[in-house]
């Protein structure tokens, strides 16, 4: 026989249900109330409001160039900004060559450049420019040329400077660094397309074509004239070596040869 259920006996359970289920959703209600509110406060206080930008990494530009740029000044908004664009924006500068910038709790941020090596100093009229290693040149208001990099003459323009950019990321840092000038020759001087002036006293010709090439020899080049009188270093077609007085009629000290003064 089945048990019969008095509905009677059923109505405080089911009045506890719902009142169960009337709770959760008021609670839950209640929840999303004061998460918006949260919201809302959050949004109206400092805390969303950029505190502090902070830069690393940068040389050629100042600090506050890179945020002025950037527009991630003081008291904008923290999050009303897009950090791809951001990034995209600071990364067209031409001395920019990765940049990657971070949200930092509570509301500070950071911007990390990296920028292009100086790879020459450009000479003109006795100002000089900067020759970064993507090909583009620099302008600074006080640029004092360093030992770091050598200095450019004729390479007035950008077909030039990016076939002499290309010629000196290839040379080895040893090398590199003996090199005190490099001029680009016009047609008054032949067929020679550079001259470069070395910091161990050397002179070498090259071709800008294989300029690269042919300096990975120069270490063993000068190694075998140890000995001899310095002088200038044929590069142009095979390798040719010829002392300075018989070049200029002048000795390595600077004096007029004998057979000049003849």
Known sequence: ME????IEERIPSMREKRRRRTNKK?????????????????FQSPFSKINNVTVTGNNLHDKEFYIET??????????????????????????????????????????????????????????FKLL??????????????????PI????????SRKKITKQLLKIENNVYQLISEI???????????????MYDGYEVRAMIST????????????????????????????TFFTPYSKVYGISEEGDVSAEEDE
């Open 3 to 6: 048990k019969v259920i008095d």
């Open 26 to 42: 008021f609670i839950f209600i209640l929840s999303i109330f004061a998460l918006a509110l949260l919201v809302i406060l959050y």
């Open 70 to 127: 950037s527009g991630l000044i003081k008291d904008k908004s923290f999050w009303g900004f897009t950090r791809n664009k951001t990034e995209e924006v600071l990364g067209n500068l031409e001395t920019v060559k990765e940049v990657s910038i971070t949200r930092k709790w509570l509301n500070d941020i950071d911007i990390n450049i990296t920028e292009w090596n100086t790879i020459g100093y450009l000479e003109k009229e006795g100002q």
């Open 132 to 149: 970064l290693a993507n090909g583009e040149t620099f302008s600074a208001d006080e640029l004092k040329p360093s030992d770091k990099a």
């Open 152 to 159: 450019l003459n004729g390479f007035d323009d950008s077909v």
């Open 183 to 197: 001029i680009m020759n016009d047609d008054k001087h032949g067929s020679t397309d550079l001259t470069i002036f």
């Open 211 to 238: 300029f690269a090439e042919k300096m990975a020899y120069y270490p063993e080049i000068t190694a075998q004239l140890h000995d001899h009188e310095k002088g200038v270093i044929d590069m142009e077609v095979g």
